[in-house]
């Protein structure tokens, strides 16, 4: 039996559900526990004709031009668990397991098609295109863990979101089916969600299911019955529900109560699995409004802070939720892969072990901390509140440090 896929969960909610003409999405990135994720900024780029691009396992044609991204991803690898683009495309991917095995072939990572969805799609339906584009060609396949013991591979789905619409991608080797939504609530996981609503397919998929014999035809095409292994397509999201529940009122602070919730499950703290990191959007459907992309960088939402950033020209890096680079040095880029492993926290996820050590030891001192992290959480999201508000086009100066600033000012409280 295959090890079960990362229980990660992602979301997203628009108009009726969500507040005032605002597009909301989240996702959990559940990994292996000790498994450091950075985020980073990588600036709009000019290339070369005939450059390549070098992704986790193997290199590809570069295009002559890539957009402007800010990316959540385990700090091994070239690509991303979740990020988003300038021009207000959101991306997440999950792992999934179906009838057809993964390939352990080094290939695309589920992981690389979101950051090069990001990099080369100014909308949700280009993104999504791109990425299957890159499926025929290259194929999917590789360890999804830095691990020299084993290989885990997975194939992808993914929730693909931009201001106006998303599109649920879901995939097996180079095969996909996707589904369009513009409205209400919509989760995805980590196993198969798309049944008879499909409204793009891979032109050869229904054929090639007819020729390996798992569908005969004559019954309605139900992407994930044809596709998933047992009964295991059925049972979910947990979180929908509670979203659900908002009614018309979903909001950042909804999403990140929802990513925060344990108890439903969506918030994953198990023997294998955390949630090493989270992110949650607002788009706003008004394109003369910025999108707001907040950012934990440590793992454990309950126990972290979202971060707001926005997407400005020279926009300040920082280097202190961004792991150390070992360039060719580095094991995952060295064959045999994985053969030791480095240290890969950056400084919040070191001052972030601190305060969890805290929180478990001295839970008066744990708690009165997470209090003000929370306080200063909420100031954040007031300050966004009013970018999103106001009647005055955003001054970029106003933001070029955001995110810079509440990381710094996240770290000093820690000291």
């Given at each position: 039996?295959?090890a ?14 969500s ?13 292996p ?5 950075e ?12 450059s390549k691009v070098?992704?986790?396992y193997i ?15 385990p700090s ?15 991306v ?11 390939s352990?072939?080094e ?19 280009e993104?999504l295109?791109?990425?299957?584009a ?30 106006n ?33 499909i ?6 998929l229904?054929?090639?299911?007819r ?12 992407f994930?019955?044809?596709f ?5 397509h ?5 979180g929908?529900?509670s ?18 919730d344990k108890d439903?499950?969506?918030?994953v703290?198990?023997?294998s699995?955390?949630?090493?990191a ?8 008004d ?27 020279d926009?300040?890096l920082v280097?202190k ?19 030791e ?7 919040l996820?070191?001052a ?13 001192k ?9 306080d200063?959480?909420k100031?954040?999201?007031?300050a966004m509140e009013d970018?999103?508000?106001?009647t ?13 600033d509440?990381v710094?000012t996240?770290?000093k409280?820690?000291?």
């Open positions: 039996r295959m079960a896929a990362p229980p990660s969960y992602c979301f997203v909610a628009f108009p009726p559900c507040k005032d003409g605002l597009v909301v999405f989240g996702k959990n990135s559940a990994r526990r000790d498994e450091v994720q985020v980073v900024y990588f600036a709009a780029a000019a290339h070369d004709p005939g070098e992704c986790t290199e590809i044609e570069q295009v002559p031009k890539t957009h402007a991204v800010v990316l959540s991803r091994w690898l070239w690509g991303a668990e979740m990020g988003a683009n300038e021009h207000g495309v959101c997440a991917n999950e792992a999934v397991i179906t009838r057809e095995p993964a352990e072939s290939a695309l990572l589920g992981m690389d098609l979101v950051r090069l969805g990001l990099e080369r799609g100014a909308t949700a339906k993104a295109d791109v990425i299957v890159l499926l025929e060609e290259h194929g999917q396949g590789g360890n999804y863990y830095e691990d020299g013991s084993s290989c885990h591979t997975f194939q992808s789905a993914f929730l693909i979101v931009d201001r619409e998303a599109w649920v991608l879901e995939t097996s080797g180079k095969y996909w089916a996707a589904e369009k939504i513009t409205e209400g609530v919509k989760c995805i996981c980590n196993q198969l969600s798309l049944t008879t609503k409204d793009a397919e891979h032109p050869e229904r054929s090639y299911v020729s390996q014999g798992w569908w005969n035809g004559d019954s309605d095409f139900n994930s019955e044809v998933s292994l047992a009964d295991d059925l049972a979910c999201c947990s929908k529900e979203l659900e529940k908002q009614g018309g009122d979903v909001s950042a602070q909804t999403m990140i109560d929802v990513l925060r439903s499950g969506v918030c703290d198990s023997e699995f955390l949630t090493t989270s992110i949650v959007s607002v788009l706003p459907q394109p003369s409004f910025p999108c707001v992309h907040y950012f934990t960088g440590t793992p454990d939402p309950s126990r972290s802070i979202f971060k707001p950033f926005i997407f400005v020209d926009v300040k280097p939720v961004q792991s150390p680079s070992f360039g060719n040095d580095d094991p995952a880029k060295k064959i045999p892969r994985f053969q492993k480095p240290d890969r926290r950056h400084e996820y070191k972030h072990e601190w305060v969890r050590s805290l929180l478990e030891n001295d839970q008066d744990g708690q009165k901390l997470m209090r003000i992290m929370l200063l959480e100031q954040g999201l007031e970018i999103l508000t106001r005055e086009v955003l001054d970029p100066a106003e933001v070029v440090d955001l995110f810079y509440c710094d996240e770290l409280f820690f000291k």
